[in-house]
């Protein structure tokens, strides 16, 4: 099967809680749904202050939704949602 890029946009509750323990954590989640690869994480301004944590990573098509993913990332403590904002086959 082909391999997906896949990116997910994380909103915290405000913006006093701390992306980095975000981040660590939803990586390691990333981790255990894609396996290792190649993951990319940035932080996207909205306003006032409130980051989103944006996560690109690759996966296998086989793994299907990210729907279980995005459940385990909602538990982390200080996330508010959690979206698959893009997925596209990889070429090559």
């Known amino acids: 099967m082909a391999q997906v890029v ?11 809680v701390d992306l980095a ?8 989640k990333i ?10 994480a940035e932080e996207e301004p ?10 690109t990573f690759v996966s296998n098509e086989e793994k299907g939704s990210t729907d279980s ?8 403590e200080g996330v508010n949602s959690v979206e698959t904002i893009d997925v ?3 070429l090559g």
């Open 6 to 16: 896949i990116t997910i946009k994380i909103m915290p509750k405000s913006p006093d």
């Open 21 to 28: 323990k975000v981040q660590e954590q939803a990586l390691s």
């Open 31 to 40: 981790k255990g749904f894609a396996g290792d690869g190649e993951v990319r």
């Open 46 to 55: 909205i306003a006032f202050g409130l980051k989103a944590l944006k996560i």
């Open 69 to 76: 993913l995005e459940e385990q990332i909602k538990e982390i």
């Open 88 to 90: 596209r086959r990889a």
